[in-house]
């Protein structure tokens, strides 16, 4: 009964591959998101849908693609992929906008790009 | 500079001892203040929340406090145990909440380790 539920948990690939992460939530929000945490840990919001559109579309890359089929899905796709979008991409989903409503997590997924 | 900064960078303590975490942000006006818990290769998760009213809440042996005046906040953790060791990550929220719309600030957190 995972609440944010994302696959894969790691992903090794080269430089230059097409990937994908899904993600799912069954907490019947409205919001999702996508989170990048680098090597320092700093977690850095990217993407935020809300009832499948896009709110938030920070500075990053057009490499990367947000898709949402439906409101408890967001799943990011990246093109292209570079040295540097090695990272944790945390999945993340609440009630309301975040300003008042909890945050949920999922559990990451570790990309490594060689 | 981060508008959320977190000390120590790092704190090693023995079991059974208490500690507190500190978090100064300069994220004006805030709708409210989170403190987060996020054990290794998982995600974070949700301790506390405090709206720029609240002075304290408490979650179990995990008490924060908030004061806006100095825009300071702390996270006290008592009789420490193992599973305490984590990374403890403070969140600003900027008010005006509209559909996602709202951009959380990230502290880099404080690494805790707990030693028996």
């Known amino acids: 009964d995972t609440a944010v539920s994302q696959t894969p948990k790691y992903l090794v690939t080269q430089m230059g591959n097409d990937k994908s992460i899904k993600c799912e939530q069954n907490l019947g929000h409205d919001t999702m998101y996508w989170y990048k945490q680098d090597s320092k840990k700093f977690l850095k919001i990217m993407f935020s849908?809300?009832?499948?559109?896009?709110?938030i579309n920070e500075t990053v890359p057009n490499r990367f693609s947000p898709k949402s089929p439906d409101k408890a899905h967001l799943n990011l796709h990246i093109n292209s992929l570079e040295l540097g979008d090695s990272a944790v991409y945390f999945c993340?989903?609440?009630?309301?906008?975040?300003?008042?409503?909890?945050?949920?997590f999922g559990e990451g997924s570790r990309l490594t790009v060689l | 500079k981060n508008q959320v900064e977190q000390s120590p960078q790092s704190l090693i303590i023995l079991e059974g001892k208490n500690c507190t975490l500190q978090c100064n942000y300069t994220v004006s006006p805030f709708s409210n203040l989170r403190w987060y818990k996020q054990d290794t290769g998982r995600g974070p998760v949700s301790l506390t929340i405090m709206t720029f009213s609240e002075n304290t809440k408490s979650n179990g042996r995990y008490t924060a406090t908030l004061d806006a005046d100095t825009k300071q906040s702390s996270l006290h953790i008592t009789a420490s145990q193992l599973s305490d060791s984590a990374s403890y990550i403070c969140?600003?929220?900027?008010?005006?909440?509209?559909?996602?719309?709202?951009?959380?600030?990230f502290g880099t957190g404080t690494r805790l380790t707990i030693i028996p």
């Open positions: 969140v600003v929220s900027p008010p005006g909440a509209n559909f996602g719309n709202e951009k959380l600030t």
């Open positions: 849908y809300n009832n499948k559109e896009l709110i």
């Open positions: 993340a989903s609440s009630t309301i906008p975040t300003g008042a409503g909890e945050l949920f």
